[in-house]
C-alpha cells in the first residue's frame, strides 16, 4: 500500500492521499508506535474528478461494498457507507463525492498503478494480459488454444507484474 500512496502522491488526479505510512500523514508517528510491522494494505485518496467514472474504468481493482479480502477492491464511501447521510453531512466529517478507499490486495503493485493509470491514458499494460487469458478461455479451437496459452505462459515466470511480462515476450 505505501507503493500505491506514493505514486498517489504524484498522480495530478489526485487531490489527497489518507494513509497513515506516508511521513505527511498527521498520524505517521502514533501509527509508526502501534504498528510495528507496517502500515496495513488500506488507504484512501480523494479524486479531482468524479469518482464513479473512475472506478468504473478499473479492470483489476474490484468495486466492492465491503473491503475485506486478499484481492485488491475499491468502494466510494459517499455511494456506499455513508450513502444515508445528507451532502453537508458527509462533506463536514471529510467524505466528499470524490473520496474513494482501496484495499490493496496481494496483487503486484505495479499492475495495481497500471491500472490506476487506466483512467488518465484510456488502458493499461495489464489490460493486454487480462485480454490474452479472456481469449484463452473463449477457444473453442484446442490447437489455438495450446498456443495463445503458451504465449500468456511465457509471461508468468518472469514475474507478477504485467508490464514486466509483456515487455520480455518477444
Known amino acids: 500500500a505505501i507503493t500505491i500512496a506514493q505514486y498517489l502522491k504524484t498522480n495530478s488526479h489526485i487531490r489527497h492521499v489518507y494513509y497513515p505510512g506516508l511521513v505527511d500523514h498527521p ?24 469518482a464513479h467514472q473512475f472506478m468504473s474504468k478499473l479492470k483489476l481493482i474490484k468495486r466492492a461494498i465491503s473491503l475485506g479480502g486478499v484481492e485488491s477492491t475499491i468502494t ?9 447521510m445528507s451532502a453537508s453531512e458527509r ?8 473520496l474513494v478507499r482501496l484495499s490493496v490486495g496481494i496483487e503486484d503493485s505495479n499492475d495495481l498503478i497500471d491500472d490506476i493509470q487506466q483512467f488518465r491514458y484510456g488502458g493499461g499494460v495489464a489490460n493486454s494480459l487480462h ?4 481469449l484463452v478461455t473463449s477457444l473453442h479451437d484446442e490447437k489455438n488454444r495450446v498456443a495463445v496459452a503458451g504465449f500468456y505462459d511465457k509471461a508468468k515466470p ?9 515487455a520480455a515476450l518477444p
Open 91 to 98: 462533506s463536514s466529517i471529510g467524505v466528499t463525492e470524490n
Open 158 to 166: 518472469i514475474g507478477n507484474s504485467a508490464r514486466q511480462a509483456v
Open 27 to 50: 498520524g505517521h508517528a502514533i501509527a509508526r508506535a502501534q504498528m510495528p510491522g507496517g502500515f496495513g494494505g488500506m488507504l484512501s485518496f480523494e479524486l479531482n474528478t468524479d
Open 76 to 84: 466510494s464511501p459517499a455511494r456506499t457507507s455513508h450513502s444515508k
Open 131 to 134: 485480454a490474452i487469458a479472456a
